[in-house]
């Protein structure tokens, strides 16, 4: 059955850095989307990036744009956060997901959407602290 595994999160000073992993089984990762997601205590779980494996698409949230990289890695069916110049209102916790990438411009218009994606990981905690 599909399954996504995120790891890498930890805790980490403003200013650091981290990379959280998304592997994927029972599923090929091209004709998919990932995105990655989080949420804090008390806020709402926002779209943080996202990327169509097939078409190489790659949207970021603005809050994140210039610091986090969105890679993904067809051989070892993993999509990758590459996070830098961390800051305290990035802790949270992440989560990816997966929807089978449709129409082009679906992405443009959906990425961010939590209710677009069918299948979700468990989350990785991420915590910024001095």
């Known amino acids: 059955q599909v399954q996504l595994v995120e790891s890498g999160g930890g805790l980490v000073q403003p200013g650091g850095s981290l990379r959280l992993s998304c592997a994927a089984s029972?599923?090929?990762?091209?004709?998919?989307?990932i995105g990655w997601f989080r949420q804090a205590p008390g806020k709402e779980r926002e779209g943080v990036s996202c990327i169509s494996v097939r078409d190489g698409d790659i949207l970021y949230a603005d809050s994140v744009k210039g610091r986090f990289t969105i890679t993904s890695d067809n051989a070892r069916s993993s999509v990758y956060l590459q996070m830098i110049s961390i800051q305290d209102e990035d802790t949270a916790t992440y989560y990816c997901a997966a929807v089978r990438a449709g129409v082009r411009e679906a992405l443009a218009r959906y990425a961010f959407l939590d209710y677009w994606y069918d299948y979700w990981g468990q989350g990785t905690q991420v915590t910024v602290s001095s």
């Open positions: 029972g599923f090929t990762l091209d004709g998919y989307a």
